[in-house]
């Protein structure tokens, strides 16, 4: 071996540096073990039952606060990863980030910036039932005061917006593959805000200025006044790598309600107070 040349022949403290011993093995399976209880507790809650919904949330917000300065990143991206998984339980996982942000603004100013990456990535990526059910964990988190309604109702406006601007043209000479591609988006977009309408919208009118809801729901007008509740388009024509979009009743019903007094009047009250039966609300 020539002067300086490094040894090819590692020394026994490079190669217990190299592998964690016992000790190390322990702690880091004692992390892993760790991680997996709190990812079950936040994937298990209001499973079972929701009778004591309030204090089984009380009591998993109390849990996971103390594990926020170890686990912080793994219970938001829980948190985000249930709210598409478990779209039912939606209202849930409202609840408890504006618990847990009640205790910690900084960890819950994560959380919403987390939301608010995973959509933009997802509308990249044109994952568009994704940005659906973001989307509506958003409205939640507007009603628990993690998010504020004004900034929700400025996500809403921009939605609609990228759907006015890209609705489809009239002009026969368009080619039909874009006119149905602009058209499925556009559709898609509406689709977004009518699904998070039933959740939020009672804190939106209370909260927002009333002026910029109305204007909402003047947009909402405007593009829905150009089809009939029936030619929204179906996503069987979806762009290859698109997800499908599924919710069709909300959009139906809504659309019925924006365009006129179309609905039995005891049906429109109940739209109009931006009270769904079907919603639940822990926080409420």
Not at 10 to 23: E, F, L, Q
Not at 162 to 181: C, H, M, N, V
Request: proline fraction near 5%.
């Amino acid at each position: 071996r020539g002067r300086g040349q490094p040894s090819c022949a590692p020394t026994s403290g490079a190669m217990k540096r190299g592998r964690p011993d016992g000790r190390d093995r322990r702690d880091m399976d004692g992390r892993r073990d760790a991680e997996g209880r709190v990812m079950s507790l936040i994937v298990r809650v209001g499973e079972r039952s929701l009778d004591q919904i309030h204090k089984h949330l009380d009591e998993l917000a109390r849990a996971l606060y103390d594990d926020i300065p170890r686990m912080g990143a793994q219970i938001i991206g829980t948190i985000l990863e249930c709210c598409v998984s478990l779209p039912h339980k939606a209202p849930i996982y409202g609840t408890l980030a504006g618990l847990l942000n009640a205790s910690d603004p900084e960890f819950g100013a994560r959380l919403v910036r987390g939301a608010f990456g995973d959509l933009q990535a997802a509308l990249e990526a044109h994952r568009l039932v994704t940005c659906k059910l973001l989307v509506r964990f958003l409205a939640e988190l507007a009603n628990v005061g993690a998010v504020s309604p004004m900034h929700l109702c400025d996500l809403l406006h921009d939605l609609m917006d990228a759907a006015l601007e890209g609705a489809p043209a009239t002009d026969a000479e368009a080619a039909r593959s874009q006119w149905l591609s602009r058209q499925l988006r556009s559709d898609a977009y509406v689709r977004i805000v009518l699904a998070a309408l039933p959740f939020a919208g009672r804190t939106l009118r209370a909260r927002c200025d009333g002026a910029h809801f109305d204007a909402l729901l003047a947009k909402i007008r405007a593009y829905c006044g150009t089809y009939a509740p029936a030619e929204l388009a179906s996503a069987e024509g979806a762009e290859e790598g698109e997800e499908a979009e599924v919710d069709e009743g909300t959009a139906r019903n809504l659309v019925e309600w924006v365009r006129g007094p179309t609905l039995h009047g005891a049906r429109r009250a109940n739209l109009e107070r931006w009270e769904p039966a079907a919603a639940l609300r822990p926080y409420g």
